[in-house]
């Protein structure tokens, strides 16, 4: 940790930082018209006509001025607002009407970004936010933390720092200021590091307030601007000041819409080296009254739905004439990702390097489908993936196959290549995972994607492959993949659709009779299929023994005795898995009434659905079907005096179903559910009836079987 340079406490205005001064302006400044008058004098001119200039150079000084205010903005107006002007308003609030559950409220937010003239950095940041704690739980908001990026040869620094806490005692506004001693730098990798300080004094009811500059020399992401975050905000404001040489796609993304949506030409803002001149395109963002973005179960990375402004460099103008295209066509890119060292290059060396194994594990095999089964079995179990993600190779083709490691790319590439030699028409395909977030289509971001998998297209249908992990069957994609689109990159090309053609499928049976020793004893069988399957393999081999994991499964049923735990088919990638146990029912025989909850392996304990709104859609990444059979013989001495009621929630447009049915014939009880989720992705609007399932679903596995003592 190293204390953060250049942390001054001192009050700054924001002004939007460029040259706004004209040459009439400068010309009839009152510095100018004092000495033209004092050089008149000394000419010889008499003093009446000195007098007589001086009043038509003022008078004509207003008279342009005022035309000027006609004509467009050459001045700058006041940007954010002022540091430190807390009113007794604020501080006497202690609740946000529009979201009375929030511990917190940003009042008032402002960003700044322009490309510096003066220093080394290219882009800096200047921001401002005041902020009002509202209850205890939002006491550490008061812990700030600014991502700083960095690489091997340039890094970004934070300066400026100022920060105060605002409070009442004994009815007057109290300032605690920040010791700039307080200000601390955390490096967590070798790419990020974290700008911390804690704000003094801070308590619910206080006001937080702080300001920095941030200054970067990575230029080809204009810096994001987030108006919705963890808190909601009264107002947030954004500015950019973009020089006319530096061309970018600028889009807007989330639920909703900007209040403040300007733009104007700045003449001659922008003068690297004092001599060399550009305007600049002025843009004022703002929203108010935004909702809190709250997390929750089922959705991808968080950067895709908030409410935020994208600038993304196209194109770079020099001042010499020449220029430079960042953003291409699909076509461009294509074709030079197939002459790319680290990615079409190594295609073709790894079907070199392949072709041997290749040819001695197909010998004799004709049918193409099950020589890809053959061709992704070999490659998938001879390297071991070393957890780094990337569409580019890390080590190369050649490398990894002799180190038997490597990156994704160096592990899928080579999965390409390996099925190119063997005559089968292979391509890659890069992505970007769930908690990366989504892809641009509509033109390249390359620095989207952190993917590549290999996809097999026989005839019309196109079978994805990722060989990072034997746990993964033929045609099986991890949960991380399932993100909307994969670009192909070969000689079809173009977009397809990830789908999946696994699901996320339990079936549990559970069979309750009394034993010889009076004892009620289950019998519980529970076969995993598709990603639940999978999970389940992960969890039995990720750092732990077998027996490890046959403890913690035993450990996850409370109130119930489990023994004869048995599992089955986690050495095959090709079956499902299978587990057998019996459950001891601590349960007294000898009572007038038997409470029984018959949903009593892996219910659902709480909906992963809380929020009134979402805005976002609901992702499951796969389909699901759950099925629960449950049976109970009566004990003799006792009769069924109460079951549960039937129930039947069914989704709009056949999107999903919950059925649950309850039968008493004899001396069996016979209680059964399905429910099933037919689709990867749901908008917006279905979550009200997503929501309604899972919660009838929930209310219903809490309920019981009641039986009575025979008289």
């Known amino acids: 940790m190293a204390t953060v340079p250049d942390t001054a406490l001192t009050e700054t205005h924001h002004k939007l930082p460029t040259l706004l001064v004209s040459p009439l302006e400068f010309l009839f400044s009152g510095e100018v018209t004092i000495i033209v008058l004092i050089l008149l004098l000394f000419a010889g001119i008499g003093q009446k006509s000195v007098i007589q200039y001086g009043y038509n150079l003022v008078r004509m000084k207003y008279i342009v001025l005022l035309l000027a205010l006609h004509t467009g903005p050459l001045l700058a107006q006041e940007a954010g607002f002022e540091f430190g002007k807390t009113t007794y308003a604020d501080l006497e609030m202690m609740r946000y009407d529009n979201d009375t559950s929030a511990a917190a409220v940003v009042l008032n937010e402002f960003g700044l970004t322009y490309k510096d003239n003066e220093s080394p950095y290219p882009l800096v940041l200047e921001y401002h936010v005041k902020i009002k704690i509202l209850k205890q739980s939002g006491v550490e908001r008061g812990t700030i933390e600014i991502p700083v990026r960095r690489s091997k040869s340039d890094k ?64 080809f992401n204009w810096r994001t601007w987030e108006f919705q975050g963890e808190l909601p905000k009264i107002k ?326 489990v023994t004869r735990y048995d599992i089955h088919g986690l050495d095959s990638v090709e079956v499902p898995v299978k587990e057998h146990f019996t459950l001891n029912l601590p349960l007294d025989l000898s009572a007038s009434l038997i409470y029984l909850s018959p949903f009593m392996i892996d219910r659902i304990g709480k909906t992963p659905f809380s929020l009134k709104e979402r805005n976002y859609p609901v992702d499951f990444g796969a389909p699901l079907d759950e099925a629960f059979v449950f049976t109970l013989e009566v004990p003799a001495s006792y009769r069924v005096d109460e079951l549960p009621e039937n129930a039947a929630v069914v989704l709009p447009s056949g999107g999903g179903r919950f059925l649950f049915s309850a039968t008493h014939y004899g001396n069996k009880v016979t209680l059964s559910s399905t429910f099933t989720i037919v689709k990867s992705v749901y908008t917006p609007g279905e979550y009200p009836a997503l929501r309604e399932i899972f919660s009838r679903m929930i209310s219903l596995q809490q309920s019981q079987i009641v039986l009575k003592k025979n008289p």
């Open 156 to 219: 970004e620094e934070v300066m400026d720092v100022r920060a105060s806490t605002f409070g009442l005692v004994d009815n007057r506004i109290v300032e605690s200021k920040l010791d700039r001693k307080a200000v601390f730098l955390d490096d967590q990798s070798d790419y990020w590091s974290l700008v911390k300080f804690a704000m003094p004094d801070v308590k619910a009811g206080s006001i937080i307030e702080y300001s920095y500059k941030l200054k970067s020399p990575f230029m």
């Open 236 to 561: 947030s404001e954004f500015w950019a000041r973009i020089p006319a040489n530096y061309v970018y796609n600028i889009t807007l993304r989330g639920p909703f819409q900007l209040q403040l949506n300007e733009s104007q030409v700045l003449k001659d803002c922008y003068t690297p080296l004092g001599s060399l001149r550009a305007d600049c395109a002025g843009m004022k963002y703002g929203m108010k009254n935004i909702p809190a973005f709250h997390e929750e179960k089922y959705m991808t990375a968080k950067s895709n739905f908030l409410s935020a402004i994208y600038f993304e460099l196209a194109e770079l103008k020099r001042f010499d004439g020449t220029s430079e295209r960042y953003t291409e066509d699909w076509k461009d890119v294509d074709k030079k990702l197939k002459s790319d060292e680290q990615f079409g290059v190594q295609i073709r060396k790894a079907a070199g390097v392949w072709e041997k194994p290749v040819r001695a594990a197909t010998t004799g095999i004709t049918d193409p489908m099950e020589k890809a089964r053959k061709n992704y079995d070999l490659v998938r179990d001879y390297f071991l993936w070393n957890e780094t993600f990337g569409h580019f190779t890390q080590l190369g083709a050649r490398k990894a196959y002799e180190e038997r490691k490597g990156n994704i790319a160096d592990i899928n590439l080579s999965l390409v290549g390996a099925l190119q030699s063997a005559g089968l028409p292979a391509e890659a395909a890069m992505l970007s995972t769930r908690a990366n977030g989504i892809i641009t289509t509509v033109h390249p971001v390359m620095s989207e994607f952190n993917y590549v998998i290999a996809a097999l297209k026989m005839g019309t249908d196109v079978t994805l492959l990722d060989a990072t992990s034997r746990l993964n069957p033929f045609g099986f994609l991890p949960e991380r993949c399932l993100n909307g689109k994969a670009r192909l990159v070969g000689n079809q090309g173009g977009w397809i659709d990830i789908k999946v053609k696994d699901r996320d499928k339990k079936i549990t049976t559970i069979d309750l009779a009394q034993d010889e020793a009076g004892k009620l004893i289950g019998k519980v069988t529970i076969v995993h299929h598709g990603y639940d399957a999978w999970e389940m393999r992960q969890d039995a081999t990720s750092g732990t023994t077998l027996n490890d994991f046959k403890k913690k499964r035993m450990e996850a049923w409370n109130n119930t005795e």
